[in-house]
């Protein structure tokens, strides 16, 4: 059973930075696609990232694309989400997925492993 377990989460200004770090065990890390999703109060789960296996090719929804980078060291088997330039509208709960087979990459049933979530809040 492949657990995951996001950290890295909290309060920050806006235009400030931080960074999440999702933790994997019980699977074989370096054979996951890894994403990144994020739900705001009232609204449903979307996606915001995801990095192919290899860390080869990695996608964007268009509000934090030059903002966020998604990358991974498959050696620690953990991958990452730095977050520049936060806005008041990036805050929400931030969980990170694991998908081993194929499918829409920004579809939340791609995704077989789920992580608890991390908050993030971004103040203006």
């Known amino acids: 059973q492949v657990q995951l377990v996001e950290s890295g989460g909290g309060l920050v200004q806006a235009g400030g930075s931080l960074r999440l770090s999702c933790a994997a065990s019980g699977g074989t890390f370096s054979t996951f696609r890894m994403g990144w999703f994020r739900q705001a109060p009232g609204k449903e789960r979307e996606f915001v990232a995801v990095?192919?296996?290899?860390?080869?090719?990695?996608y964007y929804t268009d509000s934090v694309k030059g903002r966020f980078t998604i990358s991974r060291d498959n050696a620690k088997y953990t991958v990452y989400l730095q977050m520049n330039s936060l806005k008041p509208e990036d805050t929400a709960v931030y969980y990170c997925a694991a998908a081993r087979f194929g499918g829409l990459i920004s579809s939340q049933g791609t995704y077989a492993y789920w992580g608890q979530g991390t908050q993030v809040t971004v103040s203006s």
């Open positions: 990095i192919s296996s290899n860390a080869g090719n990695t």
